[in-house]
């Protein structure tokens, strides 16, 4: 049987420093209806809010991004919709962040008009009805939320990971202003920056490549090396325009992730790292299986004076260890993406716990 699958991307963007001025004629092309916005608490006291084209009827939502969101977020942030639109449909979210904040406006949009909870579509194409329409502006460059057809949603109950998997889950339309990342901090810059990377190195070396997937990462790679590793300052206009551009290709790019997903999720679901440190805490100890992207990370590291913390991993509770082993494991599709069908026997329970003690 042919296995091929049907690739859909977001269908419209609009790139540039100053297009955030654009998201009003973009939101008035929605209305009649209430718009929702969801913003990333980072920007609460800053100019941003009183630029957004919020009209009397409208919401605006500052979302906390201190950890990632949780299934319970987006049933809250869900039945707050519904309350505040009487039993209408909001005409459009905007999602206004980093990865978490986009993901959260993707997976509100989708439970909007889906029946049940969140946690019932974690997993891969179980969303049923086409989504609220939804706008992503990325503040945080790497994540490829904007492009992706995934949000992903920690469960704690279930610990577990996962996002709501299908093309309802992607953006409508995206604005992509290298201006509203002027203010991120180098070190988070070059984590996030990072996962791009890692997106592009895990998906085109795994089994479910294609000539396309290949060359958006070759793309988004050179990028991130001119970037991290080119003169200057790595935060001026022109690289954080290109980081947007990087993040987006390698968004598109990353079909199944390999070793060093699993492995971060672990690190995010027991100790709450942010996902672009977590995938680099991972990445330096997975040298065995990736020789060229460890030592590059490391060149990164050097080049750009940021350093990661050692031994977050040297003394947990059985407890924990067993939550880190638990948590890497369950992502079957990356690890037998990377290692093949038989991957539980390459990483064992006590290989697991060996990597994470050596971070
Ligand atoms: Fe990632």
């Given at each position: 049987?042919?296995?091929?699958?049907?690739?859909?991307?977001?269908?419209?963007?609009?790139?540039?420093?100053?297009?955030?001025?654009?998201?009003?004629?973009?939101?008035?092309?929605?209305?009649?209806?209430?718009?929702?916005?969801?913003?990333?608490?980072?920007?609460?006291?800053?100019?941003l809010p009183?630029?957004?084209?919020?009209?009397?009827?409208?919401?605006?939502?500052?979302?906390?991004?201190?950890?990632?969101?949780?299934?319970?977020?987006?049933?809250?942030?869900?039945?707050?919709?519904?309350?505040?639109?009487?039993?209408?449909?909001?005409?459009?979210?905007?999602?206004?962040?980093?990865?978490?904040?986009?993901?959260?406006?993707?997976?509100?949009?989708?439970?909007?008009?889906?029946?049940?909870?969140?946690?019932?579509?974690?997993?891969?194409?179980?969303?049923?009805?086409?989504?609220?329409?939804?706008?992503?502006?990325?503040?945080?460059?790497?994540?490829?939320?904007?492009?992706?057809?995934?949000?992903?949603?920690?469960?704690?109950?279930?610990?577990?990971?996962?996002?709501?998997?299908?093309?309802?889950?992607?953006?409508?339309?995206?604005?992509?202003?290298?201006?509203l990342t002027?203010?991120?901090?180098?070190?988070?810059?070059?984590?996030?920056?990072?996962?791009?990377?890692?997106?592009?190195?895990?998906?085109?070396?795994?089994?479910?490549?294609?000539?396309?997937?290949?060359?958006?990462?070759?793309?988004?790679?050179?990028?991130?090396?001119?970037?991290?590793?080119?003169?200057?300052?790595?935060?001026?206009?022109?690289?954080?325009?290109?980081?947007?551009?990087?993040?987006?290709?390698?968004?598109?790019?990353?079909?199944?992730?390999?070793?060093?997903?699993?492995?971060?999720?672990?690190?995010?679901?027991?100790?709450?790292?942010?996902?672009?440190?977590?995938?680099c805490h991972?990445?330096?100890?997975?040298?065995?299986?990736?020789?060229?992207?460890?030592?590059?990370?490391?060149?990164?590291?050097?080049?750009?004076?940021?350093?990661?913390?050692?031994?977050?991993?040297?003394?947990?509770?059985?407890?924990?260890?067993?939550?880190?082993?638990?948590?890497?494991?369950?992502?079957?599709?990356?690890?037998?993406?990377?290692?093949?069908?038989?991957?539980?026997?390459?990483?064992?329970?006590?290989?697991?716990?060996?990597?994470?003690?050596?971070?």
């Open positions: 049987m042919n296995m091929t699958r049907n690739t859909r991307n977001v269908p419209a963007y609009m790139l540039g420093h100053g297009s955030f001025a654009r998201l009003d004629s973009l939101v008035d092309a929605r209305r009649p209806g209430a718009v929702f916005f969801y913003v990333d608490d980072f920007f609460r006291n800053t100019p009183g630029d957004l084209p919020a009209r009397a009827g409208d919401s605006v939502i500052f979302l906390d991004t201190s950890r990632e969101p949780t299934v319970e977020d987006i049933d809250a942030l869900a039945d707050a919709a519904r309350t505040s639109c009487r039993g209408a449909l909001p005409c459009c979210l905007v999602g206004i962040g980093g990865g978490s904040v986009l993901d959260a406006a993707k997976a509100v949009a989708n439970l909007l008009t889906n029946p049940g909870k969140a946690e019932e579509y974690q997993g891969w194409d179980l969303v049923k009805n086409p989504a609220v329409y939804k706008i992503g502006v990325p503040t945080l460059s790497g994540t490829g939320a904007e492009c992706s057809r995934t949000c992903v949603l920690t469960n704690m109950r279930r610990r577990l990971k996962l996002g709501m998997n299908s093309d309802f889950t992607l953006f409508d339309q995206l604005l992509l202003d290298p201006g002027r203010t991120v901090p180098p070190s988070q810059f070059l984590f996030t920056g990072m996962d791009t990377f890692m997106h592009c190195f895990e998906s085109s070396r795994g089994a479910y490549r294609n000539l396309i997937v290949d060359v958006l990462a070759a793309g988004a790679s050179a990028l991130c090396r001119e970037i991290f590793l080119g003169p200057g300052d790595m935060l001026a206009d022109d690289n954080r325009e290109k980081m947007m551009v990087a993040s987006y290709l390698g968004g598109m790019a990353a079909g199944n992730v390999g070793l060093v997903h699993p492995f971060s999720a672990g690190l995010s679901i027991v100790l709450h790292i942010p996902h672009g440190r977590a995938n991972a990445l330096s100890v997975l040298g065995e299986f990736y020789p060229e992207e460890q030592a590059l990370l490391a060149e990164i590291l050097e080049r750009r004076k940021i350093s990661l913390p050692l031994g977050i991993c040297s003394s947990l509770t059985d407890e924990q260890y067993e939550a880190l082993y638990q948590g890497t494991i369950i992502h079957e599709k990356p690890l037998s993406n990377a290692l093949g069908a038989d991957f539980a026997s390459i990483l064992t329970r006590s290989k697991i716990l060996e990597l994470f003690k050596k971070m």
